[in-house]
């Protein structure tokens, strides 16, 4: 099972940013698929859901501005991120969690996320 987490970089703070994350080796569709994020200093917390059946779920810190999305037939997951703040600064990580019992589970390997001020 793989997880490619891209798109991060580095974006002024009111800029956007797309991630993707391609997963290969699982039945795309049996999956709810999550971004997390990690600050420095800081635990991982998780931003945005998508189950299985399409339904999503945010983080406060992150409704209004963020949109995950998912393109089953190309086996990927988006976070659209806009109106970027310096607290969103993070790696941000992909997840996978086979429903409905969230096990097994997946990682990506985290891409960096930095908005500046």
């Known amino acids: 099972v793989q997880l490619q987490a891209s798109g991060g970089g580095l974006v002024q703070a009111g800029g956007c940013r797309r991630l993707?994350?391609?997963?290969?080796?699982?039945?795309?569709?049996?999956?709810?698929m999550s971004w997390y994020r990690q600050a420095p200093g800081k635990q991982r917390e998780l931003v945005a859901t998508?189950?299985?059946?399409?339904?999503?779920n945010y983080a406060d810190s992150v409704k209004g501005r963020f949109t995950i999305s998912r393109d089953i037939a190309q086996n990927t997951v988006y976070l659209e991120m806009n109106t970027l703040k310096p607290e969103d600064t993070a790696v941000y990580y992909c997840?996978?969690?086979?429903?409905?019992?969230?096990?097994?589970?997946?990682w990506g390997q985290g891409t960096q996320v930095t908005v500046s001020s």
């Open positions: 997840n996978a969690a086979r429903e409905p019992r969230g096990l097994p589970t997946y």
């Open positions: 993707s994350c391609a997963a290969s080796g699982i039945i795309f569709s049996f999956y709810a």
């Open positions: 998508i189950t299985n059946s399409g339904n999503r």
